[in-house]
């Protein structure tokens, strides 16, 4: 069966753009959530979706938000770029206890 | 608010030795993920624990869960190079929500 998603795996992006990704989920899972990786702050929780509605939110700011689609797909935006946003973005897809995570996009804001 | 404390965040061990990693956190988890990371690429899950007591094993890994203690630990038996990778443990303050709160990591390297 098919794994989670991500597009793109690599960008780079110029301070001050915006950037969209893409995570497709695993057929049948509903809930999709972000997270963001870098060396200094490790592994912080994005936020979460289910059935297109946002369930749980990280400490970020407003400049990182999401949406969920009907048929379960996700898509996490950022604007105004920083530096400090390149980092790793990994999604996970979740049904029961299981979360299964994405091979990530890998973000580098110059 | 969850906190998760791992130790060690390294740790060098030879081929063929037993060890552990301690997974801590600080209030009620209804599930204990670990999850292997191999340099650059993503998140392999491992096991999930879910209830006072449990233990899973795969290979030369154990995973067990102890939530009076709050605490986790993956066991390793006679290590081997191929087990070099960051192990994370990850707690979830449960319900049907899904929001995991990570360890920093233990990076784990087997030499010959």
């Known amino acids: 069966k098919a794994g989670v998603t991500q597009t793109p795996r690599y960008l780079i992006k110029t301070r001050g753009q915006q950037v969209t990704l893409s995570c497709s989920p695993i057929s049948g899972h509903r809930s999709v959530s972000w997270y963001q990786q870098t060396p200094g702050q490790g592994l912080q929780f994005l936020f979460e979706?289910?059935?297109?509605?946002?369930?749980n939110k990280g400490n970020f700011p407003g400049r990182f938000s999401g949406r969920q689609f009907s048929n379960s797909r996700s898509e996490m935006n950022v604007s105004t770029l920083e530096l400090g946003d390149s980092a790793l973005y990994l999604c996970?897809?979740?049904?029961?206890?299981?979360?299964?995570f994405g091979q990530g996009t890998r973000l580098t804001v110059v | 608010e969850l906190k998760v404390e791992q130790n060690p965040l390294f740790l060098s061990m030879q081929e063929g030795k037993n060890y552990t990693i301690y997974c801590n956190y600080s209030?009620?988890?209804?599930?204990l993920y670990w999850y292997r990371q191999d340099p650059g690429k993503s998140l392999e899950s491992l096991f999930v624990?879910?209830?006072?007591?449990a233990v899973k094993q795969e290979g030369r890994l154990m995973a067990s869960l102890d939530t009076k203690a709050r605490l986790s630990t993956l066991h390793i038996t006679a290590a081997v190079h191929d087990l070099s990778a960051t192990y994370f443990c990850a707690g979830d303050s449960g319900g049907s929500n899904y929001k995991l709160t990570f360890g920093k990591g233990t990076l784990l390297t087997v030499n010959p």
């Open positions: 209030t009620t988890s209804d599930r």
């Open positions: 979706y289910f059935s297109e509605t946002q369930r």
């Open positions: 624990l879910l209830s006072n007591g």
């Open positions: 996970a897809s979740s049904m029961n206890t299981e979360a299964f």
